[in-house]
């Protein structure tokens, strides 16, 4: 799936190797055939050397004084994203978070396909969102090993995380997304990545009090 | 709004802040009078010593083998967040995402208080998510500035994300939670945090690819 010298990229390059990409792909829209670091860095207000650092990571040799061939670029970290083959998934929690991710076109470009989300309350099984079928999830194991789904999204509230993870696990998903509030213990073997609103809105809040004047 | 120890905490610490509190309500709800940092850290699979040395900053004295009170270790947290008291916000963007904030209802909890949505899409505006009105972009500011708000929340797509941010900083607002795939540039006295899903996604793909037994 991906490249062997970006497995070996640290966490905040592979942070920021998205937001390249997005650049990258204006520059693409605009007609541009070369970007070189220092192209990348200026429009999102970086320093070159650590673009520099980063692109390095692709294997990609840039071209002295015109830096790399943008569309060469684009593939190479789609390829080590794992962007260019889309990736299959199912949501667990078809409450207002789980309707907005999947109602979020932009995975597509990100090589995420979100094919079905299960939930356990009555009035919402077979009613849809964005089209899709909202299903039972007692039927999640049955159809992830079926249909070799990698990839797990959970959106349900707290009280219900672990249960679903341990689910999950069962059935066989190597990745999860977890996006309630609370942390999910997995085997070694299965990846997790949390998004928790409430560890942003903690930081913003600091700077924030850090900014104004009261002491 | 925060008090003094803690502004000058590391990001890592505040980054578990907001997790630690989770799990003292949890320990609340059950009764639980005294936490120490062991217990914490039990049930967040964290090292003793790290949940320690960030309990340091909340300036609270532990007492020997009971740890702290779980009420007091509560109240100097919310306080160090500022969650005690609540900041109004105003969100633009009423997209799939933008309900989804507007309708989660543990933002509460953390202190935050969407208070209107503006959009600039005509066949929004006048129409109601979660009980509150879309309100026409045009009045952001003279609304923000007579309602003193100081928080901003960027739902719109990339295109106008910066648009956006300008006129929020011209209304005054000090703090800006970005959820737009793009970076937005803003003066140093007001504070940025972004949420980018398509980080979160990259860093999910990449732990999966690497976890996967194919070369």
Redesign the interface.
């Known amino acids: 799936?991906?490249m062997?010298g970006?497995?070996s990229?640290p966490?905040p390059t592979?942070?920021r190797?998205?937001?390249y990409l997005?650049v990258l792909e204006e520059m693409q829209e605009e007609g541009q055939e070369w970007a070189s670091a220092t192209d990348v860095a200026t429009r999102?207000?970086l320093k070159p050397i650590q673009v520099r650092k980063d692109m390095a990571f692709t294997g990609l040799a840039g071209v002295p004084k015109r830096g790399f061939k943008v569309d060469e670029l684009i593939s190479a970290i789609r390829d080590?994203?794992?962007?260019d083959k889309p990736?299959d998934a199912f949501l667990v929690g078809a409450g207002?978070?789980g309707?907005?991710l999947m109602?979020?076109a932009?995975?597509k470009d990100?090589?995420?396909n979100i094919v079905a989300a299960f939930d356990t309350a009555s009035e919402k099984l077979g009613t849809t969102i964005h089209g899709k079928e909202i299903l039972d999830l007692t039927r999640f194991k049955e159809l992830a090993q079926r249909m070799h789904i990698?990839?797990g999204i959970i959106t349900a509230p707290?009280v219900s995380a672990q249960r679903i993870a341990d689910l999950m696990v069962e059935a066989g998903i190597?990745?999860i997304?977890n996006f309630s509030?609370?942390?999910i213990?997995v085997p070694d073997?299965?990846?997790?990545?949390r998004?928790?609103?409430?560890?942003?809105?903690?930081?913003?809040?600091?700077?924030?009090?850090?900014?104004?004047p009261?002491?």
Do not use: N, Y
Request: charged share 20%; net charge neutral.
């Open positions: 799936m991906a062997e970006f497995k990229a966490l592979i942070r190797i998205p937001v997005r999102l207000d080590f994203l794992g962007w990736t207002a978070l309707s907005a109602g979020f932009g995975f990100h090589g995420l990698e990839m707290a190597k990745g997304w509030p609370v942390p213990k073997d299965v990846a997790v990545q998004e928790d609103l409430s560890v942003g809105l903690a930081v913003l809040s600091v700077k924030l009090s850090s900014l104004s009261e002491k």
